[in-house]
Each structure stands twice: as structure tokens, then as C-alpha cells.
T-cell receptor, first 114, second 111 residues
């Protein structure tokens, strides 16, 4: 595997379900990100992890819970979501401190909440 | 309030001609800018970047121009090819960690 991978690619869940999204980066980066992309809206940054420490949480509801066990893996745990949470969830990684700030994205998980 | 805006949701260009995608921002503290390209069912792919110390950066057919006084950047693709048809996002950051994205411009290159 190369780059940034995300599983599952598609997820349909009910409002009472608990599920998790997984992201893995194979680029040796030290920062990882979760973004949400809703229709007709810009990409919204949800969480940032630098060196496994969460450094940003952009007022995301507590029904979204991130976990970063190491610098290569990032999870987004989902619990009692709402239909308006249906969106494309993108994971990204970057190497902070190397002079460049480019973020590399995974293919995303298309989430539908019924 | 959106800090990065792409006011043209779509653009059509003839193959071989120049494509110009525009992006405006409001925060004068932004000092690093990225352009991404996105195909359907894929994540955004990094294209080209520019920092505020430059006003131009070129990579093959892609050139990004930055006008700091106007808080405006643009991506030029020349010559445009059908494979360039995608959604293009600009993004800006002050810290290099938190990027603000525009809503994207869908480019169609007509053969």
C-alpha cells in the first residue's frame, strides 16, 4: 500500500449505530487530519494530530471522537450520528516542519446516516 | 464566514487553450497556498503550492500566481488537456497546519 488509505470507502449507518473510520498513511508523515466535505460546501477541517497529539478540534460535536494511536494511523469513531452528518470524510497527512506544508489525502469514506 | 472563495463554480475551456482558475482570500496573514485537483470518487491530489515570499511558481503546464495586495491567487493551465477535467480547490494557511479550502471550480476541457 502506498500513500494514504481509508476504510471503508462507503458506509451506511443508522442513527443509533456505532462505527469507526480508519485511515493509514505510508508516507512517514508526522501530522494527520480529518476533514468533512458536504455538498456545495468547502472542505471543513475537523481534527489535527501532530506527533500523535491532538492540536486542533474545530468545534466538532462529541458524537465524533478521533483516535491517533501512532503517527501512521488515525481513526474517527462515530456514535449516534444525525442525517446531516452524511458527507464525504477525508483523511490527510503531512510532514510538519520539513519546509513544505502539502497535505496528502486519502480517497475518503462516503458516509450516509439514515 | 468563508476565508477562501472560489467564485466560479464551473469553467469550460477548449483543448489546447489556457485555463485560468481564480481564488480570493480575506485573511492577510495567510502565507502558504495550495492547489488541489479532485476526480470523482477520489481524494484531492496536490498540484502546486506557493508561499507569500513569491508571486509566481511554475511546474510544467501549471503556474500559480499570487497577488498579495489583492489577496488573490490564480492557477493557469496551459495547454489544457481533456485529462485536466476535474474539480480544482485552492487552500490557504497561516500556520501550515490549518488550511482553509475554497468550494472548488469544476473544469471541463473540451476536446
Amino acid at each position: 500500500e502506498t500513500g494514504v488509505t481509508q476504510t471503508p470507502r462507503h458506509l451506511v449507518m443508522g442513527m443509533t449505530n456505532k462505527k469507526s473510520l480508519k485511515c493509514e498513511q505510508h508516507l512517514g508523515h508526522n501530522a494527520m487530519y480529518w476533514y468533512k466535505q458536504s455538498a456545495k460546501k468547502p472542505l471543513e477541517l475537523m481534527f489535527v494530530y501532530n506527533f500523535k497529539e491532538q492540536t486542533e478540534n474545530n468545534s466538532v460535536p462529541s458524537r465524533f471522537s478521533p483516535e491517533c494511536p501512532n503517527s501512521s494511523h488515525l481513526f474517527l469513531h462515530l456514535h449516534t450520528l444525525q442525517p446531516e452528518d452524511s458527507a464525504l470524510y477525508l483523511c490527510a497527512s503531512s510532514h510538519v516542519g520539513a519546509g513544505g506544508y502539502e497535505q496528502f489525502f486519502g480517497p475518503g469514506t462516503r458516509l450516509t446516516v439514515l | 464566514d468563508q476565508q477562501v472563495k472560489q467564485n466560479s463554480p464551473s469553467l469550460s475551456v477548449q483543448e489546447g487553450r489556457i485555463s485560468i482558475l481564480n481564488c480570493d482570500y480575506t485573511n492577510s496573514m495567510f502565507d502558504y497556498f495550495l492547489w488541489y485537483k479532485k476526480y470523482p470518487a477520489e481524494g484531492p491530489t496536490f498540484l502546486i503550492s506557493i508561499s507569500s515570499i513569491k508571486d509566481k511558481n511554475e511546474d510544467g503546464r501549471f503556474t500559480v500566481f499570487l497577488n498579495k495586495s489583492a489577496k488573490h491567487l490564480s492557477l493557469h493551465i496551459v495547454p489544457s488537456q481533456p485529462g485536466d477535467s476535474a474539480v480544482y480547490f485552492c487552500a490557504a494557511s497561516e500556520t501550515g497546519n490549518q488550511f482553509y479550502f475554497g468550494t472548488g471550480t469544476s473544469l471541463t476541457v473540451i476536446p
